[in-house]
């Protein structure tokens, strides 16, 4: 005698939780895609009209500055390679969705991070929805994507800044938690406000730790923009996705390639950031 | 307690009690009961950190708290500008209840009248040595150029000018807690407040530390309270001590009262364990003996050996070297005058007398008004050697330089 329990229609709910979100907030979604759109235009035409070669020295220099000459020339033999290799332009789109999605991604992880440090019962609450966020297929985030914000970078990016989002809040949590407590007590015997510990002591202190989960946002950033080719963002993604359908690995592999020299040219120069050189002798 | 002086009063605690733990309630009827800090423990899982204490800071002052470790001396200071909420009990400055102010007026509070230093400095690694001085009047909101001003100032007071620009990892452990001391000077504040704030300095500078605290204090005369567990410490700098066990005051007086008239064992004990004059015995400073007369000697023989070794008294032994006495040279003089040929009644029994293992401490009250040496004597009555005021008075010093 079988006991039949109907399945749980979890799809379904969700699906029409979605369904409702879409129809009925369809406004605030178009006027979030028509700013993100409008912000990935702004960018990505700013770092085209930019010369190859003009790019390719304030980046180098960029190296040179934060870490060292060697990263410099790094960069210029990568870059130069890329340049080589015709993938220039995908090379530009994917940085720009990088670098937007970062941005969004660090700009909501902080005020998160920064509540699950200072109250014990966000924490608790937000640390299962990390870790709900983080081990959900990356590729899940791109189907609700597309009915809110259609096919394209937009969609991209939601997908991207969920995706992305959950070691910034972390670090940002860990940093500020790691604070040692008599620094904080210090700063309490002066008669410091909450603001005044949060902005003068806890966050400079905790910074090197936020860079390291800014680091990890960028380096998840990457790999999701370039999945995000499956739903159209353009940029290196939309290569290798193109080699796959034609059956060119050549190609595939060139494209492979230029993500490659993005990531660590990205890893090593937020790396470097993370480790401040003194300043005094 | 007689306070003579009621307007001099800076801070007025009262009552002031401390429950670490979940019922506090429950851990105060207790000690309402009489018991004590383990019972309470044990029976209710609360700690009683401090326990109905009692005190008055006076304006001005340097008053010192000191107690073994546990003794509830970090949490007392720190129940003054409520890092520690007290569970009850009032802590009034300047007409202000602490305890019963809202979060804001704390704030208000704390600026105004506390600033600290703490014992493992707890200097900010990311300001640079003048940042960090700065910083309580950063917090207070005054503006940069006299606050500049006020943390230059502090940072000469305690002779680091030069090192604004540096970072504390830079500086000693010595250093770095004059930055403390200065960022705590800077701040103007009314009370400052010490925990241990030299504990961690090794001995030498330690002694600078203490020495400049007191040159500081003496200029500025700033309301100081300051934490140590060294009575060393503590007599050397404090105007007044109050003394902690178990989170109540065993005794509260100046640093003498505490020496001489040690209120219980307890205190007896933390000052005997101090007291390095107590570790001299009468054998670190005893002298071989120059001369000595025998009981058989007649006056003329003793007055001899006197005016050679220059002595205007002697002590007496028999065949043995047991000691028999003392003679004075005028008593000698005397019976050679009136042709006695013994000394025998002149021998006198009013001297000092002690074994070898007598503490030094207890020597000094020995000297009478015929300054007579002190005669060490063994266990048989044996003369072994004398001491003279002098090497006593030499040794003693030698143990307070410690
Ligand atoms: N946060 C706390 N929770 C529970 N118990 C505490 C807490 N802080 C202090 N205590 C207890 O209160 C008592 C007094 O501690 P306190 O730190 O005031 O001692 P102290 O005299 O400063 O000692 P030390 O010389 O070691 O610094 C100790 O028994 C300690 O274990
Ligand atoms: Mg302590």
Redesign the interface.
Same mark, same amino acid.
């Given at each position: 005698m079988a006991i039949d329990i109907p399945r749980i229609p979890l799809g379904d709910g969700i699906e029409g939780g979605l369904d409702f979100l879409t129809s009925h907030y369809s406004n605030v979604t178009r006027g979030i895609s028509s700013v993100t759109q409008t912000g990935i235009s702004a960018l990505n035409d700013g770092l085209m009209w930019l010369p190859e070669w003009a790019l390719m020295a304030i980046i180098a220099l960029i190296c040179w500055r934060v870490a060292n000459l060697r990263l410099g020339i790094g960069a210029v033999l990568g870059l130069a390679l890329i340049w080589n290799l015709e993938l220039w332009n995908p090379m530009i789109e994917t940085l720009t969705l990088v670098v937007i999605a970062t941005a969004v991604a660090v700009v909501i992880a902080l005020p998160f991070g920064v509540l699950a440090a200072i109250s014990d019962r966000f924490y608790s609450v937000i640390m299962p929805v990390l870790d709900f966020m983080q081990t959900m297929p990356a590729f899940v985030y791109l189907i609700p994507a597309i009915p809110f914000f259609g096919i394209g970078s937009v969609s991209a990016i939601f997908a991207t800044v969920i995706f992305s989002m959950p070691p910034a809040i972390r670090f940002t949590t860990l940093g500020i938690r790691q604070v040692?407590n008599?620094?904080i007590?210090?700063?309490?015997?002066?008669?410091?406000?909450r603001t005044?510990k949060l902005i003068?002591?806890q966050f400079?202190?905790s910074l090197p730790t936020i860079m390291a989960g800014i680091n990890q946002t960028i380096m998840l950033a990457l790999s999701m923009v370039v999945i995000a080719a499956m739903i159209g963002a353009d940029g290196l993604g939309s290569e290798v996705w193109r080699a796959i359908q034609r059956l060119r690995p050549g190609d595939g592999f060139e494209a492979g390639i230029a993500v490659v020299i993005l990531a660590m040219l990205l890893d090593r120069i937020t790396q470097a950031l993370r480790k401040p050189k003194?300043k005094?002798s | 307690m007689t306070e003579t002086d009621e307007t001099n009063i800076k801070i007025q605690v009262r009552g002031l009690s401390k429950v670490f733990g979940s019922q506090p309630k429950k851990a105060l009827e207790l000690r309402n009961q009489g018991k004590k800090r383990p019972e309470i423990l044990e029976k209710t899982g609360q700690t009683l950190g401090l326990s109905n204490i009692d005190f008055d800071v006076r304006e001005g002052e340097l008053l010192v708290i000191m107690g073994l470790s546990g003794s509830g001396k970090s949490t007392l200071i720190r129940c003054l500008?409520r890092?520690i909420e007290p569970t009850e009990g009032d802590i009034v400055i300047d007409g202000q209840n602490i305890p019963k102010l809202s979060e804001k007026e704390l704030?208000?509070?704390?600026?105004r009248h506390?600033?600290?230093v703490?014992q493992?400095f707890? #200097?900010?690694?990311?300001k640079?040595v003048q940042e960090n001085a700065e910083?309580?009047l950063?917090?207070?909101g005054v503006e940069k150029k006299s606050r500049v001003e006020s943390a230059r100032n502090s940072l000469k007071q305690v002779g680091l000018d030069g090192w604004e620009?540096?970072?504390p990892s830079?500086l000693s452990g010595g250093m770095q807690q004059r930055v403390g001391l200065a960022r705590a000077l800077a701040?103007d504040s009314t009370v400052m #407040?010490m925990d241990e704030a030299f504990s961690a300095l090794d001995p030498l500078i330690r002694k600078d530390m203490q020495q400049e605290l007191i040159e500081l204090q003496h200029r500025m005369k700033k309301t100081t309270i300051f934490i140590t567990h060294d009575l060393d410490e503590a007599i050397s700098i404090g105007d007044r001590i109050i003394l902690l066990k178990d989170g109540e005051v065993v005794q509260m007086g100046t640093p003498e009262d505490i020496l001489t008239r040690p209120a219980d064992d307890y205190v007896a004990r933390f000052v005997e364990g101090v007291d390095m004059s107590r570790i001299f015995t009468a054998n670190s400073a005893m002298r071989s003996v120059r001369a000595t007369a025998r009981d058989s000697d007649g006056p003329r023989t003793v007055l001899r050996k006197m005016s050679e070794h220059g002595l205007d008294s002697i002590y007496v032994i028999d065949r043995d070297r047991t000691l028999l006495g003392i003679v004075s040279v005028d008593d000698v003089d005397a019976a050679a005058k009136a042709g006695k040929d013994t000394i025998n009644e002149l021998i006198q029994n009013d001297f000092p007398k002690a074994g070898p293992d007598e503490p030094m401490n207890n020597l000094f009250a020995m000297f009478n008004e015929k300054s007579y040496p002190i005669a060490i004597v063994d266990d048989n009555q044996r003369l072994l050697g004398v001491v003279v005021k002098g090497a006593v008075l030499e040794k003693l010093a030698e143990a307070g330089e410690h």
């Open positions: 040692p008599d620094l007590e210090a700063a309490d015997a002066f008669g410091a406000t005044q003068k002591i400079p202190l003194k005094a | 500008n890092l704030l208000e509070c704390r600026r506390f600033s600290m703490f493992n707890a #200097l900010f690694p990311h640079t910083y309580g950063e917090v207070r620009d540096a970072y830079q701040n #407040l």
